[in-house]
């Protein structure tokens, strides 16, 4: 299944003089075996870009945690004198024995190494040398590597914050890394949880991901009026008593999407929020709301002068 979408990738030859069909933006699961191939190669490109001895930790870690083989069964070579796990003989391996089938499975393998190279990241041995190659830089070009590899295929994904999620549009992507970049752990938290929740492929729960898109929200206006026990709809009726002014018509739209999430005085879940009534598209809306709102009150409290404790 196909989605008609815009997209920046400039078209070839064929598809210009109509000699080939337009491409049309893939559904979420879907993946091309152009569009794996080209993941893999971000992925391999570590090996001639990092230091051997954490792109052989980096295999190691696929091999075993991914895959789930045997350490005893790696991969190995020598490199000046020094045993390593080549990372292209383990992906070798991945592909001959069809571990990224379904074809969506290569999303999991670059969130996996996303994980890991932050991991790696904070390695005191890899991040006192700094600089290119090292794996806080690789790191940071995977995100942009695959985000361009994505948009190129015509894939209906991007990665955001090393999650493979449905938002494909560029601005809605920018409102929810920007509202991840608040310094609220908890702000961040439940909205990376939302993302993940909603791009699950093999059991995606959106009433969960829309649950933590409010909470966010919930979360941060608690912490702008400093109440941690009120509720979203109580937040939100005092945050004009902290010194943020904004228009009412705006309060009762987030009051009316907190009443759909749940009742607030009892607590118990609205039936809409019954998840076999949701979509993916219900809850991809309520992240990408709910980040531009967050955006909209930091910078709202910020002009208020109002300190939003960490």
């Known amino acids: 299944m196909s989605d008609q979408m815009e997209n920046d990738t400039p078209l070839s030859f064929s598809q210009r003089h109509g000699l080939a069909p337009v491409p049309v933006v893939s559904s979420f699961g879907e993946v091309s075996q152009d569009l794996q191939t080209d993941l893999l190669n971000i992925v391999l490109s570590f090996t001639h870009v990092g230091r051997a001895d954490w792109v052989s930790e980096l295999a190691l870690a696929v091999w075993g945690k991914f895959l789930h083989e045997l350490i005893s069964d790696a991969p190995t070579d020598v490199i000046d004198g020094e ?42 041995l890899y991040s006192s040398r700094g600089g290119y190659g090292t794996p806080a830089f690789v790191r940071i070009r995977l995100v942009e590597d695959v985000n361009q590899a994505l948009e190129r295929d015509f894939a209906g994904a991007r990665m955001i914050d090393g999650l493979i999620t449905a938002i ?132 709202k409290a910020d002009r208020a002068g109002i300190t939003i404790e960490t």
């Open 83 to 124: 045993l390593v796990y080549p990372l292209s003989a383990v992906l070798d391996t991945a592909k001959t024995k069809k571990r990224l089938v379904p074809g969506w499975r290569v999303y999991e393998l670059i969130e996996f190494v996303y994980c890991e190279l932050d991991g790696l990241a904070r390695n005191a």
């Open 168 to 299: 494909t549009d560029e601005e809605e992507c920018e409102a929810i890394r920007a509202a991840m970049r608040t310094p609220l752990i908890g702000v961040r938290t439940q909205l990376r949880n939302s993302l993940a929740l909603m791009s699950d492929h093999d059991e995606p729960k959106y009433s969960d991901s829309i649950k933590n898109s409010i909470s966010a929200v919930e979360t941060l206006c608690r912490k702008i009026i400093h109440k941690d026990r009120a509720t979203l709809g109580q937040a939100l009726a005092q945050l004009e008593e902290s010194g943020i002014e904004f228009h009412p018509a705006l309060v009762q739209a987030f009051e009316k999407m907190y009443g759909y999430t749940s009742d607030d005085r009892s607590g118990i879940r609205h039936a809409m929020m019954d998840e076999s009534h949701l979509e993916l598209e219900d809850a991809r809306y309520m992240l990408v709301a709910c980040s531009a709102f967050i955006n909209y009150l930091v910078i």
